[in-house]
């Protein structure tokens, strides 16, 4: 069994993990388990632990729920992107196709 220093620092140094974590779809793994370690310790301190801690813990837990939330949306936003760039590419191959096929048939008629 950790003592409480440990399960303190633990959840502390998840949740800066995942602050800093660079990586969109890393950060939300480093969410979840940053959450988990906050809930762990909310549940193994409910009792020991100081009203400040409570605190700084339910502090932790809506950062970490602001931080999912704006990550998801970044993640949605390129995700439809990468849709939009893909389109785009079809578009302007299919849009040179169409130029060669018209070139061809310009060429042959004259």
């Known amino acids: 069994m950790r003592d409480k220093h440990s399960a303190d620092s633990d ?6 993990i995942a602050l800093l974590e660079l990586d969109p779809v890393k950060t939300i ?6 959450r988990n370690a906050v809930l762990n ?3 193994d301190g409910f009792t ?3 009203d400040k801690e409570q605190v700084l813990l339910r502090e932790a837990l809506s950062s970490l729920d602001s931080l999912r939330k704006i990550t998801e949306s970044q993640n949605h ?5 990468r849709k939009i760039t893909e389109g785009e590419n079809r578009y302007q191959a299919s849009l040179r196709k169409l130029t060669e096929g018209k070139n061809r048939y310009q060429a042959k008629a004259t």
């Open 11 to 16: 959840w502390r140094q998840l949740c800066q």
């Open 29 to 34: 793994e480093r969410i979840a388990e940053a």
């Open 41 to 43: 310790r909310i549940e």
């Open 48 to 50: 020991k632990s100081h």
């Open 77 to 81: 936003y390129q995700a439809n992107l």
